[in-house]
């Protein structure tokens, strides 16, 4: 896990007072900074972070991912699949996707998992079935998740 730390980050983590999380997808970067916890949501259930966590790699599904700051902020992300790495009191997130829960617009999510359900209610030759099983599980994610701060 490579990122640009400065003395305090770097203090912080060596004295075992927070975590360094870093969130990126395909796009780029969606998060980095000091953390109290994080909670994601694995393959084999929602899990938690905390400072000293032991050494963990996971695969992470569709779903809500928290992110409590050390000023206290929570940030809540919809996020896409992907891996997570924990070592050292740092947290790598590797996701397809995220956006802010508070960003997601409704209307756009309920469009596309009418599209995805009726795409899987008269399948063809043409629909890619796994691809629209995706984007209705995203849909739905953000349509559970999306508007609340």
Do not use: Y
């Amino acid at each position: 896990m490579a990122a640009t730390l400065g003395t305090t980050e770097k203090q912080a983590l060596a004295d075992n007072k927070a975590l360094w999380v870093e969130m990126r997808s395909p796009d780029g970067p969606i998060f980095a900074g000091l953390c109290r916890t994080v909670i994601v949501p694995g393959t084999k259930g929602t899990f938690g972070v905390l400072v000293r966590h032991a050494p963990l790699m996971s695969s992470l599904e569709v779903g809500l991912t928290k992110v409590s700051t050390s000023d206290g902020q929570e940030l809540r992300f919809v996020t896409g699949g992907g891996f997570v790495e924990v070592q050292n009191n740092r947290v790598l997130l590797l996701v397809d996707f995220a956006e802010p829960t508070d960003a997601i617009d409704l209307v756009r999510a309920q469009d596309a998992l009418n599209r995805a359900k009726a795409r899987l209610r008269n399948p063809s030759e043409e629909v890619d079935v796994a691809r629209a099983e995706a984007a209705m599980q995203r849909a739905t994610t953000r349509l559970r998740f999306g508007g609340k701060a």
